[in-house]
């Protein structure tokens, strides 16, 4: 059983697009996260959920909206795509303070 | 604030010789440290952490760290390196006093090129 999952792996879309990208844990975590990473490999929070809450806002322009139905799932909706969307998006769950698990990545090319 | 530095981009090694990836650190109150492993294509992968205690963990694969307070570090080892070790390595710390807020900060990756 995959402990944190995310789908699609891969999605290529026009600019101006709507997309969402879905992760789901069963690992029974209470945190759930959201990173970027980019091409140089950076590794950026972008949200950070707990028992369905937002604790966790970086700056992110408002077209990318989470949502965390359950504590098990947190989705990604991003409005209005742009080239910079482009990137590698990880879901991440964590048991508070432990390590994070990583889902295997999305990768968004936005053309 | 926390904040993590990786101040190397690349290591290289030989295979079957030690090998050292290194992690510095900073934060306010008491750090939680750890390392993850990320392969091509793959997601990161955790490897080890540091919580308290001994100040020598032991991880997966064979790797370990060290925690050393007065120089705020936190390198990565391994005594025989192997080539499927060769990866991009990442050091993360949380702050335990950043009013309950546990979100890790990550360094920004050393990529680990172990030669044959």
């Known amino acids: 059983d995959t402990a944190v999952s995310q789908t699609p792996k891969y999605l290529v879309t026009q600019m101006g697009n709507d997309k969402s990208i879905k992760c789901e844990q069963n690992l029974g975590h209470d945190t759930m996260y959201w990173y970027k990473q980019d091409s140089k490999k950076f590794l950026k929070i972008m949200f950070s959920?707990?028992?369905?809450?937002?604790?966790i806002n970086e700056t992110v322009p408002n077209r990318f909206s989470p949502k965390s139905p359950d504590k098990a799932h947190l989705n990604l909706h991003i409005n209005s795509l742009e080239l910079g969307d482009s990137a590698v998006y990880f879901c991440?769950?964590?048991?508070?303070?432990?390590?994070?698990?990583f889902g295997e990545g999305s990768r968004l090319t936005v053309l | 604030a926390q904040s993590v530095a990786q101040p190397e981009d690349q290591v290289n090694v030989a295979e079957g010789n030690p090998l050292t990836v290194k992690c510095t650190y900073s934060v306010s109150g008491n750090p939680y440290l750890f390392w993850y492993v990320q392969y091509p294509n793959r997601g990161l992968q955790f490897l080890l952490k540091?919580?308290?205690?001994?100040?020598l963990v032991k991880g997966s694969y064979g790797f370990e760290a060290e925690f050393n307070k007065s120089q705020t570090s936190f390198h990565l080892k391994k005594p025989s390196a192997l080539v499927s070790d060769s990866a991009l390595y990442f050091c993360a710390v949380r702050d335990m006093a950043s009013g309950g807020s546990y979100i890790p900060t990550f360094g920004r990756g050393t990529s680990l090129i172990v030669h044959p």
């Open positions: 540091y919580i308290t205690g001994d100040n």
């Open positions: 991440a769950s964590s048991q508070d303070p432990g390590e994070l698990f």
């Open positions: 959920y707990n028992n369905k809450e937002l604790i």
